[in-house]
């Protein structure tokens, strides 16, 4: 096993590596911006190093530096926990070159799988369905045009390069077709430095399904079932559950098997995510991305499957085989996911950052657990995302876990700064969320409008 690793990360996944480490007995480094001087990671973790100023650029986006940082303390791996770099396949490829484990899969699946067009590919060669969709990337709004007319509308707008919401656009006609592309463009650009689109066929009313895999390096590969994330804003998760209530026994072993058929064909190594969006109607499902790291959702399938993702991940870096067997696995009862963030869900969700001068977690009683970076006193940073805490709660079933989290939400208090609880307590309250009733338009076209002008 490593002695020490270092976390190329921040907040609370920050501190939800460093307690998986120290509880498989490896040291941690963490690296900090300048604004992050006070943050509890630091606090928590072995050693600590300040990798630059607070922009994300400057610091927690400087590879050199979080390298340096390795190299000075002696780290013989690097997690990136999610976000930052943790899909950056040259990061990956720099810390192969300076002989580090970067605790994640290589480079080289990275790219093919980071880039929609190759997944694309990768997986028609898998046999997993896709969408239809276009076979290379889109330059031009001429091509994207002719495409669109071709497959049917509507149609989604993907940054080829891209990822977490951004480069995304729907498109109802073709009117609206040209304008969006060029939205999008612009905006994949800005973020990824590659503007091409790829653009595919919108599958809708859908379900977002996501499928848990583990993989080894000796070929070992397992599913650890599936999260329901088809409550979003602005394609931004916002609630997930554990399992899906749209999905029955025959079609989980469907859905789940294809993951498990597509990490095995891309030789994948580590945690992953293979995500699928699910027509409820004909019960078809289509693959639309695999996400290359650990995810925000991850707790969820912890809770169901009993199985702790991050030492995984620790030990598959280290060479180790998978701690347990498909056949090992005994999903139970059912788990959701609030993502608790400083903002203000009245004013269009802005941030709102600052000082909590008070704060109480919800805690007591079985199968409830807050992973989260916030304490009294301390300063939420203006820089960087604004979810400051998950609370995740287990049920033997599912209208237990939906009472136990109505439970937390009320209890949960953060004072000096405005966040979307009482917002989220809205959310898991509403008679369609109870009753299972809801896909991925749900919260921008049914849920939000109705909240709004309360």
Excluded: W
């Amino acid at each position: 096993m490593f002695n020490k690793i270092l976390i190329a990360n921040r907040g609370e996944i920050a501190v939800r590596i460093i307690r998986a480490a120290r509880e498989l007995g490896v040291a941690t480094v963490a690296v900090y911006s300048e604004a992050d001087r006070d943050a509890l990671h630091v606090a928590l973790a072995d050693e600590s190093i300040c990798i630059g100023p607070a922009r994300a650029t400057e610091s927690y986006l400087n590879m050199n530096n979080i390298l340096e940082a390795a190299v000075a303390t002696g780290a013989q791996a690097i997690h990136p926990g999610f976000g930052f770099l943790s899909e950056n396949s040259k990061f990956a490829r720099l810390c192969e070159e300076m002989n580090i484990k970067f605790i994640g899969p290589s480079a080289q699946v990275m790219d093919m799988m980071g880039d929609k067009i190759n997944a694309r590919a990768e997986m028609v060669k898998a046999g997993v369905p896709v969408t239809p969709g276009s076979e290379g990337e889109v330059y031009t709004s001429e091509e994207a045009l002719d495409l669109a007319n071709k497959i049917g509308y509507p149609v989604m707008l993907k940054a080829s390069a891209g990822g977490g919401g951004k480069g995304i656009r729907k498109v109802s006609s073709a009117e609206e077709l040209v304008p969006a592309f060029e939205a999008a463009t612009a905006e994949a650009k800005a973020a990824f430095g590659n503007g091409a689109m790829f653009i595919e066929r919108m599958i809708f009313p859908a379900r977002h399904i996501e499928v848990q895999i583990l993989a080894d390096q000796h070929g070992n590969v397992i599913h650890l079932g599936e999260r329901d994330c088809s409550l979003q804003r602005n394609n931004q998760k916002v609630l997930e559950e554990s399992p899906s209530v749209a999905i029955g026994h025959t079609l989980r072993e469907r859905i789940c098997q294809a993951a498990v058929k597509a990490a095995a064909h891309v030789n994948y190594e580590n945690a992953g995510t293979i995500e699928f969006l699910l027509d409820e109607a004909s019960g078809d499902f289509f693959f639309m991305e695999m996400n290359t790291r650990v995810q925000v959702e991850h707790p969820v399938t912890e809770f169901v499957s009993g199985v702790d993702i991050v030492k995984e991940q620790i030990r598959i870096a280290d060479g180790q085989e998978l701690s347990v067997k498909q056949e090992d696995i005994e999903f139970k009862g059912h788990a959701i996911e609030c993502r608790i963030n400083a903002e203000n869900p009245k004013f269009n969700f802005a941030p709102s950052p600052g000082k909590i001068t008070n704060l109480f977690l919800p805690s007591g009683g079985v199968g409830l657990r807050v992973d989260s970076a916030m304490y009294t006193g301390y300063t939420i940073p203006p820089y960087y995302d604004s979810m400051i805490a998950k609370v995740i709660v287990h049920g033997e079933n599912r209208f237990e876990a939906l009472m136990k989290m109505q439970r937390a939400l009320l209890e949960f208090d953060v004072e000096g700064l405005t966040t979307n609880i009482d917002f989220q307590l809205e959310l898991i309250s509403d008679d369609n969320v109870i009753a299972g009733d809801y896909d991925t338009s749900f919260l921008a076209n049914t849920f939000l409008p109705e909240y709004l002008e309360k």
